[in-house]
């Protein structure tokens, strides 16, 4: 919330011609340029969009597979069904997606192993959980 604010205040300022230049303030400018490839930068996020394939869905067993694979990671994995998004770690969580067979569900992982910790996720979801 602060680094927002700060931005928000260097480019007000660098638009205002406030410090007395005609082109802006350089030193707003930069601040704000260095701030927006910081979070760009900080942000490693991942999506995919995976589909059920065993005649199950995701029951128990299913998400018990699923979440203990994605144990190992440290980015946070969340899975979800239109607006209702779960933690894809979490077995309780899977199990209230009520995802049946043929559903489609959109991964997402953010993290400095976000792709690996997707990459295993579609690998479980393409095994169809290692039942069939």
Known sequence: MAAFTLSVRATALESSGFCGSPSGCSHARTFT?????????????????????????????AASTLAQALRRFSSSVTLSNGAQQVNARSVTSLMMLGAGQ???????????????????????????????
């Open 102 to 132: 043929g559903t489609k569900l959109k991964a997402r992982a953010e993290g400095s192993d976000a792709q690996e910790a997707l990459s295993t996720l579609k690998l479980v979801f393409e095994s169809r959980f290692g039942e069939e």
């Open 33 to 61: 340029g260095l701030l927006r490839a910081f979070i760009v930068g900080f942000v490693d996020a991942v999506e995919t969009t995976v589909e059920i394939k065993n005649r199950l869905g995701l029951h128990l067993r």
